[in-house]
């Protein structure tokens, strides 16, 4: 009986081990896999910025938000004095003062795929 108990236990340990390896592998699957939405009015450039981290979009010195947000390429947040770039290209949107709002550095992918068409 001891016997039995034991290969059950372990029976049951090997296949949870197995269920939780397959579900982490999906999720990491699906992440790389995530395509990014863009809004409708997004729109196209390329970043460079200052050493005074101010943002230069296609060669023009631009004013952002205070709540300005920029994606990384693996859609992680990063903040304006992390960033040291020239000629990336990026997805960005502006709020109605033409302040910058949002940044999205592209991958190669994203960077040849066409904008989003506006209805």
């Not at 081990?17 to 699957?29: E, H, K, T």
């Not at 009015?41 to 296609?58: M, N, P, Q, Y």
């Amino acid at each position: 009986m001891g016997v039995s108990m034991l290969n059950n236990k372990s029976l049951r340990l090997t296949v949870l081990s197995a269920v939780i390896a397959f579900l982490g592998m999906m999720i990491n699957a699906n992440a790389m896999q995530m395509e990014r939405q863009f809004p409708i009015d997004v729109k196209r450039g390329k970043l460079s910025t200052t050493a005074l981290a101010e943002l230069v979009i296609d060669g023009k010195l631009r004013q952002h938000t205070p709540a300005l947000r920029i994606y990384s390429e693996d859609n992680l947040t990063l903040t304006l004095a992390s960033v040291d770039v020239r000629n990336i290209v990026i997805n960005y949107v502006e709020n109605e003062f033409g302040e910058i709002q949002k940044i999205w550095v592209l991958t190669a992918e994203e960077a040849r795929q066409a904008l989003p068409k506006k209805n």
